[in-house]
């Protein structure tokens, strides 16, 4: 037996071994290519490992590369996806930290991305694009029962607060007040019950009365139309009547300019008439029988020579 043969075949064994174990434990880098992302959760990522598979929609497309805290933010997480080159990771893209089944195996599930949405790309030249996280099942149940929580607090100390000892007696005093109060009414309810129907009465009676009023209030309604009626007819017969002044006293002007001369003219021959009345009248009361005889010549004077008389 050849030992040489058998050392030889042992060694290249081992190395193929040793390959493949090699091989395994990068995923089959050797023949798949991967792109990196970044994503930063603000929740805690318990329960997730490395090389936890990274799903887009169900689908394995890559796996968890690396963990750890944010060196600008200890509050957050980096993590970093090895996934297949090829794989459409678009703006919308979103992260989410989900649990298989009972076990509580972590992984991460991709999701989004429109068929129209750009692919994703790195802001800075030399880093990984960073995809949109948003907070798990697990967080969101959280934060609801921390809410929920905070609330039932309250609202218990805010009870403790309303059952103090002051409050109870209080209470028990306003008890008390109720059930004198109750007693009274029951003592008044004949006089309560009169009341009830006094002012039924007076409701009915009040119903009658609009019932009657309301003819009355039509009649004063036509009323008023009268009245604005009269007053628009006042209006137009004012108007009517300034302008019958106008005319009038367009018409007298008219008249007194056409008419004044001939008024000047007979008040002088009146203003003469009247002296000549006058010395008439004068004449008649110093010598009454002139009006028979006529006027007399006047009589002669001293050293006058008369008159010839006139042959008749």
């Known amino acids: 037996m050849n030992y040489a043969v058998v050392g030889a075949f042992v060694l290249v064994l081992g190395a193929a071994l040793i390959a493949g174990a090699l091989w395994l434990m990068s995923g089959g880098s050797f023949q798949t290519k ?48 090895a996934i297949v080159r090829g794989t459409p990771i678009k703006v919308d893209t979103v992260a989410v930290l989900k649990t298989q089944g009972l076990t509580g195996i972590a992984y991460v599930e991709l999701s989004g991305g429109a068929r129209d949405s750009p692919l994703l790309t790195a802001t800075v030249e030399g880093q990984y694009p960073v995809i949109r996280t948003k907070p798990s099942l697990s967080a969101r149940l959280e934060n609801v029962l921390t809410t929920v929580l905070e609330k039932l607090d309250r609202t218990s100390s ?8 002051e409050n109870r007696e209080a209470f028990k005093s306003a008890l008390a007040d109720i059930a004198i109060v109750a007693r009274t009414i029951a003592a008044k309810k004949n006089t309560i019950d009169a009341g009830i129907n006094s002012a039924a009465k007076t409701f009915d ?42 005319a009038v006293g367009s018409d007298v002007q008219k008249f007194t300019t056409s008419t004044l001369t001939e008024v000047q003219r007979v008040l002088a021959e009146i203003s003469v ?40």
């Open 158 to 165: 805010n009870i403790d607060a309303l059952l103090s000892d």
């Open 34 to 81: 991967y792109d990196f992302y970044l994503a930063f959760a603000d929740e805690s990522v318990a329960g997730l490992n490395l090389n936890a598979p990274v799903k887009y929609s169900g689908v394995d497309v890559g796996k968890v590369h690396a963990i750890k805290l944010d060196p600008v933010n200890p509050e957050r997480v980096q993590l970093t996806f």
């Open 205 to 246: 009676n009040s119903a009658r009365l609009t019932a009657q009023l309301g003819p009355v209030v039509d009649r004063i309604g036509r009323g008023a139309d009268a009245v604005e009626k009269l007053g628009n007819d006042a209006a137009l017969a004012s108007t009517n009547a300034s302008n019958a002044v106008t």
């Open 273 to 312: 008439l009247t002296a000549s009345l006058r010395r008439l009248s004068e004449q008649t009361q110093r010598d009454p029988g002139s009006l028979l005889r006529g006027r007399s010549p006047p009589l002669e004077g001293p050293g006058d020579t008369p008159k010839e008389k006139r042959s008749p």
